[in-house]
């Protein structure tokens, strides 16, 4: 199953997340199938950017979003 999940990157204590479609049993910074958008949760307000059609996409395939990324999804749904 394809799940629309976090993957981290950045330093210690400066963590960077991009969005990305991957194997549900894979690792979470493991190979991902595409990279959909990014989180920076040290900026203020924490920046999202996402890729809003290749998301729709993922979701018309039957991807499943993890409870954070679905979050992400509704708040630049409803700013759009």
């Known amino acids: 199953m394809v799940k629309l999940r976090l993957a981290r990157f950045g330093a210690k204590k400066r963590p ?10 894979g690792k979470r910074d493991g190979r991902y199938i595409e990279q959909l958008g ?13 890729d809003v059609e290749r998301v729709q996409y993922w979701l018309s395939v039957g991807a499943q979003p993890t409870e954070a990324v679905e979050r992400f999804i509704k708040k630049i749904g409803s700013a759009a």
């Open 16 to 25: 960077f997340y991009r969005i990305v479609a991957m194997d549900s049993q």
């Open 38 to 50: 990014t989180y920076d949760p040290m900026q203020n307000p924490p920046a999202v950017k996402l």
